[in-house]
Nanobody
Framework: QVQLVESGGGLVQAGGSLRLSCAASGRTFTSYPMGWFRQAPGKERERVAVLRWSGAHTYYADYADSVKGRFTISRDDAKNTIYLQMNSLKPEDTAVYYC????????????WGQGTQVTVSS
């Protein structure tokens, strides 16, 4: 059974930092896209950051404009884990954060974690 399990969420003041982790089990996702998404109350889910295979054992990162310069996505394929370092957090970053992976040629994300709550107080 494939599982993605997020951790690291919590309550932080504006300007603070959090580091989210997502550990995968049941299969490996080396060379497959993996990323972070979020959903705030009353809003649609949005892509935060994803890592896509660019060949030669490297990935390139793609960020939402709202988090560029503040968030950094990374992955450790040896640990089957991805991370999201979030700095300079703002109240508008408050949401449930989900990690996801895609093994489909369409790049639709077909594996999802259960989500972790991030709350940023002003």
């Amino acid at each position: 059974q494939v599982q993605l399990v997020e951790s690291g969420g919590g309550l932080v003041q504006a300007g603070g930092s959090l580091r989210l982790s997502c550990a995968a089990s049941g299969r490996t996702f080396t060379s497959y896209p993996m990323g972070w998404f979020r959903q705030a109350p009353g809003k649609e889910r949005e892509r935060v950051a994803v890592l896509r295979w660019s060949g030669a054992h490297t990935y390139y990162a793609d960020y939402a404009d709202s988090v560029k310069g503040r968030f950094t996505i990374s992955r450790d394929d040896a640990k089957n884990t991805i991370y999201l370092q979030m700095n300079s957090l703002k109240p508008e970053d408050t949401a449930v954060y989900y990690c996801a992976a895609s093994t489909l040629v369409t790049s639709v994300y077909n594996y999802w974690g259960q989500g972790t709550q991030v709350t940023v107080s002003s």
